[in-house]
């Protein structure tokens, strides 16, 4: 028959139990480290959300500006056409003459505001604003000033000849836009009789030559050339 109390004393000579108070002061130093471990974690977590919460003005900006150049790559807004007695007002999206609601190269045309325009596509919102035309044109370059109207049909044919000039010749020249239907007083200052009438101005502001009607794009070109514009 098996004797359990030898049995036991043997094993408690082949294997001596560690002093109690020994264990005792591993498992202080044991707590004593988590306890470090949990506050140097708060402190972490503490100091990050302060650095996040000082900056969180700066990182939002960043972020809306990633995401609306992300979802702005394939728009091209190039005018606005709105008035506050006008219930159908209209924009100039990629060259398109768009209503709200109207749906351009897969952008729906939400809301047009006086200054700015609300899209939509595939489920995202944003919105893109256009700058205000100026009353007078001086700049450190050329500008070419178009006056024309978003009704006038050889008016929206020059649409997409000066969206191409913007995108091809950024520093070359400027172009600027205004609807004469809707700013008579501008189209009265610069004289105008017909539309479209292009004028070009030199890099002083100074009017160097204008033209009445539909423009080409090879006759823009070459006339900057003649005017002494290096392309």
């Not at 919460?53 to 900006?61: E, L, Q, V």
């Not at 398109?96 to 700015?116: P, Y």
Request: aromatic share 10%; with cysteine.
């Amino acid at each position: 028959m098996l004797n359990f109390d030898r049995l036991a004393d043997k094993y408690d000579e082949d294997h001596p139990r560690e002093n109690s108070s020994e264990i005792q002061r591993q498992a202080v130093k044991k707590n004593n480290k988590c306890s470090l471990r949990v506050l140097f974690l708060g402190l972490a977590i503490l100091v990050e959300s302060g650095i996040v919460y000082h900056f969180w003005p700066a990182i939002k900006g960043a972020l809306a500006t990633t995401t609306a150049a992300v979802f702005n790559n394939n728009v091209s807004l190039t005018g606005i056409f709105y008035s506050e007695d006008d219930p159908d007002p209209m924009a100039m999206v990629n060259g398109k003459t768009a209503h709200e609601e109207d749906v351009i190269d897969g952008v729906r045309v939400l809301k047009i505001h006086k200054d700015k325009v609300e899209f939509e596509r595939d489920g995202r919102r944003w919105s893109q604003s256009i700058p205000a035309a100026e009353e007078s044109v001086p700049s450190n370059l050329p500008v070419l000033l178009e006056l024309g109207s978003h009704k006038c049909p050889p008016c929206r044919r020059m649409t997409p000849i000066l969206n191409e000039l913007r995108a091809e010749y950024p520093g070359k020249f400027q172009i600027k836009y205004i609807d004469v239907w809707q700013d008579r007083a501008t189209g009265a200052k610069y004289g105008v009789r017909a539309i479209p009438t292009q004028i070009f101005f030199d890099s002083k502001g100074r009017e160097v030559f204008r033209h009445v009607g539909f423009y080409s794009k090879r006759e823009i070109l070459a006339m900057w050339n003649k005017l002494g514009v290096k392309l």
